[in-house]
Every structure is written in C-alpha cells, then in structure tokens.
C-alpha cells in the first residue's frame, strides 16, 4: 500500500511537551497539506508545503506551530509547549502536483494533551 | 451528565434506499466542488468532484447536483449500503488556489441500518 503514511497514529503529550507529526506522501508526490480536525468538525487547512518550501502558512497559529518537507525524508509538523486546546486529530494529504484536483489522504495523527 | 458540542447535521436510512446530502457554500469564486467522505477514525475519502461550469455529475452509486444559483450542491447516493455510513464533508475550491487547499463544510452524518 502506498498510501499517504503518517506516524504515529497516536500520541499522547503532557503540557508544555512537544509533538512531532510525521506525515510520508505517495510516492510520487511533492506537494504536501497539513489539516486539522477538532471533535465534530470538520477539517481545517493548516499549511502547504513543497519538498524545501512552505508554500501558504496562512492556517497555521502563529505561535508554537512549524512545519517543514525536506529534501529527504517525511514532512514534519512540529508543536511545541502543547496545550490542551491543541488534542485534536491532524490529517496530511499529498498530491502529485500543482494541478492535480485530487488530494490523497492519510489516517491522522490523535494527538491528546493532558 | 449533559454534553455540550456541536451537533452535525444527521440522516438515518435504511439499506436499499437513496441518500441524498446537502451542502450549502458562501464563495461565488468556487470554481471546483469535492465531496469527501470520512469513516470513524480514518482520514477523508475522496468520492466525486464537479466543476463550477457543470450542473451535474455522476459516478458509480454517486451523483453530484450543482445549483450555482443559490449556492447548493448535493450527493445523491443510490441504493445506499451499510459501508456507506460516515462523515461527508463538501469541499469547495476557489479559483486559482491549489487544489490540496481545502475549505471543508460542516459535514453530514450518513448512518445506514441494515
């Protein structure tokens, strides 16, 4: 299966700790989006990202909260002193390009603050 | 104890019988609709798209109304089926945003009794 990976599925963090959110594309694709999803809702776009560059940050809270696509390797969502606000679950998408009207989801990421 | 959150949008059917799922948008620039559907602790599928130059589409089981007249659109599931139940989110796409750039609706309970 080579779907979007995302690890881990779960995490659990205590306040103040950082979380790291891995998020592996298709194979293939370039173009990676970070969303978030509070209970109930729906999912909420974070940020873009392209292998080396951060395209649209315009979800992301301007504090604690980074993301980043190296060269090599997953993209990376990076929260830092969590707080209890930030327990919700965080989707990565890929796409192949630009273009492509279709975004491949992965499973997510539960991360709970307590 | 009393639980307060938000509360979906719901509709229970039984197998056999046709869905239909509504959504409501606010941007007139949409120029791309997708519908996404989401199961219990997976990431978001994709079902069916439609362009802003269309008024419908169809694809297996599934079929896709656009009425750009007064900002609605609607899945309509044809005899629906237990895997169908779950979370279904419309997901318009303004005019010359990248498509993986998704602003998700509320979404829709689909629940199917057997």
């Known amino acids: 299966n080579a779907g979007v990976m995302q690890n881990p599925r779960h995490l659990v963090r205590r306040r103040g700790q950082e979380a790291r959110l891995r998020c592996s594309p298709m194979?293939?694709?370039?173009?990676v989006y970070w969303y978030r999803q509070l209970p109930e809702e729906g999912l909420k776009f974070m940020v873009y990202?392209?292998?080396?560059?951060?395209?649209?940050e315009s979800g992301m809270p301007k504090e604690r909260f980074s993301a980043e696509f190296p060269k090599e390797g997953p993209s990376i969502l990076r929260i830092q002193q969590v707080v209890r606000g930030d327990s919700a679950a965080y989707f990565c998408?890929?796409?192949?390009?630009?273009?492509?009207?279709?975004?491949?989801f992965g499973q997510g990421t539960r991360l709970t603050v307590v | 104890g009393e639980s307060v959150g938000l509360h979906l949008p719901t509709l229970s059917v039984q197998e056999g019988d046709n869905s239909i799922i509504n959504c409501a948008y606010s941007?007139?620039?949409?120029?791309?609709f997708i519908w996404y559907k989401q199961e219990s602790g997976k990431g978001p599928q994709f079902i069916i798209d439609?362009?802003?130059?269309?008024d419908k589409r169809q694809g297996q089981r599934v079929t896709v109304l656009l009425n750009k007249t007064v900002k609605h659109l609607s899945l309509q599931i044809a005899a629906t089926q237990p895997g169908d139940s779950a979370v279904y989110f419309c997901?318009?796409?303004?005019?010359?945003?990248?498509?993986?750039?998704?602003?998700f609706g509320q979404g829709t309970i689909l629940t199917v009794h057997p």
């Open positions: 194979k293939g694709h370039s173009h």
């Open positions: 439609i362009r802003s130059n269309m």
């Open positions: 998408a890929s796409s192949p390009r630009e273009g492509s009207t279709e975004a491949f």
């Open positions: 990202l392209q292998k080396e560059n951060i395209i649209d």
């Open positions: 941007n007139s620039a949409s120029d791309y």
């Open positions: 997901a318009p796409v303004e005019g010359g945003t990248s498509y993986g750039k998704l602003t």
